[in-house]
């Protein structure tokens, strides 16, 4: 199933932390002999298109004197003591999403979702 979109007007879109931003793909509300199913019977399941990536969690690191650099309002006081945790997701990607977490918003006329990357089910890979 290859997905062909312009994925430029997306560029405008940075999540932060470990959130990614689908577009969501329109699914059949036939079932293959033409009957009309009902939203429930759809499932909670869908396919969508990754069109912006945070850049990963932050990690403290396990130094002790690091944990101490945190200020009463839980803001890190040196952020060389910090890594991110990579993102398994990129733009592009098709993936399987659930529809019980997330935050549909509308961006240009367009209704798109935020999730965390970890509230993603699958990646989709073509066919190699």
């Known amino acids: 199933m290859i997905v062909a979109i312009d994925l430029s007007k997306y560029k405008k879109l940075s999540p932060i932390d470990d959130k990614v931003i689908i577009k969501k793909l329109k699914t059949s509300d036939r079932s293959s002999g033409g009957v009309l199913l009902p939203e429930t ?18 990690e403290m690191t396990s130094d002790k004197k690091t944990k101490q650099l945190l200020t009463e309002d839980n803001q890190y006081v040196n952020e060389e ?30 209704e798109l979702i935020v999730q965390r990357e970890v509230d993603i089910i699958s990646i989709i890979k073509e066919d190699e």
């Open 41 to 58: 019977a759809v499932g909670q399941e869908q396919k969508g298109i990754i069109v912006a990536v945070g850049p990963g969690l932050k």
């Open 81 to 110: 003591h910090i890594k991110r945790i990579g993102m398994q997701l990129k733009v592009g990607d098709l993936v399987l999403y659930t529809t019980v977490s997330g935050l549909k918003f509308n961006f240009e006329g367009e």
